[in-house]
């Protein structure tokens, strides 16, 4: 025991960098996991941060640490996707489908630990033991989750740190100013200045560390005082234009085979029972009518008289078939029957909607695939704004709602309010759905936009501007949600730059990065010079 106690005196969790990043990672993933533990996220990344500011680091082991800390946050953040088996195992066999959902759930975490990683080298050579430390590993941090919403059809941009932070709304209100990832910005650099903070109390700079520490709680304060103020300032927004939110409440497991004529039938039962003489706006969730309306005139006629009875405009989530495959689309159906054309989702679901890595899936569980075959859904390639007599709106179809750029486009293309559809019922029960909201509140925010959140078993919402839900429903249960909103046209600072003064955050630390090489090849050549004097 006594030579235990020698190990670890005067020890520190830097001392001890992976256990530190592990650590870090499983506080992140409690916090993001619980709404009540929101404020874990100020904390947790402390171990973490002490790691990078404790010392100049060589750029592998930078690399390593960053990777460890991501695989533990991204694994247990993701563990949800585990309620998609039942989706899977009907093709590919209950097990064959925990195979997948784990290869799913590590290849995920290892992309997501290496694009937070190749930024973060940058530190070995860019950190100059300052308190301006602490801003540059801030913007590598948010590098990374730049990085990782940028990737494409691989892009997944589910655990950004603003997320973790929505329960509490005052604190997220930065993100009209610069994008959720400015929120992150501010969670890391209060976690940095509290981990330099300590550095310095250990050294018994007590004086430093007391102003260190201050930097971080004034920065918390101010940016909470300022989301108050812009909370303050979106209530005073007159809401007037009424819409019913209908949840059908067809859960995953019984949706499929139920038929569609008994689908059509319950939503237009709920959107008369609560439709009033002041109603403008209904909405249906994603895949309501699960089928091609232009292949089926019998159901638009119904869908068609039910607005005009009522002189309402009716989002519906259906589908699109074309001879290349098959769309998952949304439409609106107008006041005097006439459909839209569909505006088809462009971010699909991973192993819902679409089958990602499908040769390695294919190598490891061969014939897989052929249960695979034919189940998934072509992406869509362009962002619409429907014109209503109401205002314009766009839609964002479920998974969409992780990518910022998505409504960031269609806010550029004149839509006034954000209609969101989805079906979050294959997540269960699980953490997921609140997960999943915290997305569609910050866009909200960062747009300053009204959003109707229509979940075929919930959630099912109405969300101001501000992120506040003004109302919602039980989940899995069967109803309608009526409230008011207003159609918005300002625009807000985000919605304007997007991600690019994020972005420009990062500049710094690649600058220092690369004079630090600059002055290593000058040293090394004076060196050389100096002890060949003949030369």
């Given amino acids: 025991m006594k030579r235990l106690k020698d190990v670890f005196a005067n020890k520190t969790m830097s001392d001890f960098p992976r256990a530190a990043s592990v650590l870090s990672g499983i506080l992140l993933a409690l916090a993001y996991r619980f709404e009540f533990l929101w404020w874990l996220c100020l904390f947790a990344l402390i171990p973490f941060c002490s790691v990078l500011l404790q010392k100049r680091h060589k750029a592998r082991r930078v690399f390593c640490y960053t990777v460890i800390f991501c695989l533990s946050y991204y694994s247990l953040t993701l563990l949800w996707l585990y309620e998609l088996v039942p989706v899977l195992a009907p093709n590919t066999g209950t097990v064959g489908a925990y195979i997948i959902m784990t290869l799913a759930v590590l290849a995920v975490s290892l992309i997501m630990g290496l694009a937070h990683a190749l930024p973060m080298t940058l530190l070995s050579r860019a950190l100059r033991g300052k308190v301006y430390d602490c801003l540059l590993v801030s913007a590598m941090y948010i590098s990374g989750e730049l990085i990782i919403g940028s990737m494409g059809d691989l892009a997944f941009p589910w655990g950004r740190l603003a997320n973790i932070a929505v329960p509490f709304l005052p604190f997220v209100q930065s993100a009209a100013l610069f994008g959720s990832v400015f929120v992150s910005f501010i969670i890391v650099l209060i976690n940095a200045l509290l981990a330099y903070a300590v550095q310095l109390l250990r050294s018994k700079q007590t004086r430093r560390c007391l102003l260190c520490a201050g930097a971080a709680v004034l920065l918390f304060v101010c940016n909470t005082v300022g989301g108050c103020i812009n909370m303050a300032a979106v209530k005073s927004t007159e809401a007037s234009t009424e819409v019913l939110i209908v949840q059908g409440d067809f859960p995953s497991n019984s949706k499929w085979s139920t038929t569609v004529d008994k689908m059509l039938t319950t939503y237009l039962e709920l959107s008369r029972s609560g439709v009033t ?45 074309t001879a290349e495959g098959t769309y998952n689309v949304m439409q609106v159906i107008y006041p005097d029957g006439t459909v839209s054309r569909p505006y088809a989702k462009q971010l699909l679901v991973p192993m819902g909607e679409y089958t990602p890595f499908k040769e390695v899936i294919g190598i490891i569980l061969p014939g897989v695939l052929e249960g695979l075959a034919g189940r998934d859904l072509l992406h869509g390639r362009e962002t619409a704004v429907f014109q209503t007599p109401c205002g314009s709106l766009n839609g964002i179809i479920c998974y969409e709602s992780i990518q910022p750029w998505l409504q960031l486009r269609a806010t550029a293309m004149g839509s006034e309010l954000i209609t969101m559809i989805t079906n979050d019922s294959w997540f269960g029960t699980s953490s997921a759905l609140r997960q999943h909201l915290s997305h569609a509140r910050l866009r909200a925010v960062e747009n300053g936009r009204y959003l109707v959140r229509s979940g075929n078993s919930g959630i099912t919402a109405i969300i101001a501007p501000d992120g506040e839900i003004m109302a919602q429903l039980e989940t899995y249960t069967r109803g309608s949600l009526t409230g008011c909103v207003a159609f918005l046209d300002g625009r807000t600072p985000y919605s304007v730059t997007g991600d690019l003064p994020a972005a420009l955050l990062t500049l710094p630390c690649i600058i220092l990065f690369f004079l630090d090489i600059i002055k290593s090849w000058t040293v090394k050549k004076c060196r050389i010079n100096h002890s060949n004097p003949a030369k």
């Fill in 277 to 321: 003489e002041n109603t403008s706006l209904v909405i249906w969730p994603e895949t309501a009518i699960p089928v091609d309306l232009s292949q089926y005139p019998s159901y638009v006629r119904q869908m068609s008289d039910f607005t005009k009875e009522y002189d309402v405009t009716l989002v519906v989530g259906a589908m699109h078939n």
